[in-house]
């Protein structure tokens, strides 16, 4: 006798599609066109999708929308609370990435540009609740990451203004220089 596996239902596929093409949308209303009442209205669908969802809540994309729909509503406390378990998933896989057989297929979705990005996120929920230093900390991380793995940190000119804040020579809001390909 043969055993197959198990095929991936595709209710929960189309499930997880709509999250990812409701998360970009809303990514693209927040941060590309900065219109907080349209971006409003796509997280409430984002929200009502992922309260929905009884299916693998334990993933990269449900930390990493539920994080952006907190942080457009305003619970800032809440978005890190979902970014860094986002990023602890993300370090996990890049883990297993590394006693892989075939480390590309693992990092198809995910890679070390990824974490830096969401790193560099964090970093602004930190800087946007009044934790400067920890949002320092996050970004000097983020920096070592990718410079370890040979790959632009894209957050250099986060760090100037934040250290530029703490010497009260800036009052930049840093929502607005939000990675756009997340």
């Excluded at 942080?71 to 297993?96: M, P, S």
Aim: proline letters at 2%; glycine letters at 4%.
């Amino acid at each position: 006798m043969t055993t197959k596996a198990p095929r991936t239902s595709s209710n929960r596929v189309q499930k997880w599609q709509e999250v990812d093409d409701l998360y970009h949308k809303l990514l693209y209303w927040y941060y590309d066109r900065e219109n907080l009442k349209e971006a409003r209205r796509i997280a409430r669908q984002l929200e009502g999708k992922l309260s929905a969802a009884t299916f693998d809540r334990q993933t990269i994309l449900h930390e990493g929308a539920w994080s952006l729909v907190l942080e457009c509503k305003g619970d800032l406390l809440g978005a890190i609370k979902h970014r860094e378990k986002e990023i602890r998933l993300i370090k996990r896989l890049l883990q297993i990435s590394l006693k892989s057989l075939n480390p590309n297929a693992i990092l198809k979705y995910y890679d070390y540009s990824d974490l830096s990005d969401r790193l560099d996120l964090l970093a602004i929920l930190y800087h946007d609740t009044g934790n400067l230093e920890q949002a320092r900390k996050i970004l000097r991380q983020s920096k070592r990451l990718c410079v370890t793995h040979q790959i632009p940190f894209d957050g250099q000119d986060l760090l100037d203004d934040f250290m530029a804040e703490q010497n009260g020579t800036s009052q930049k809001t840093h929502r607005n220089s939000q990675k756009k390909a997340v």
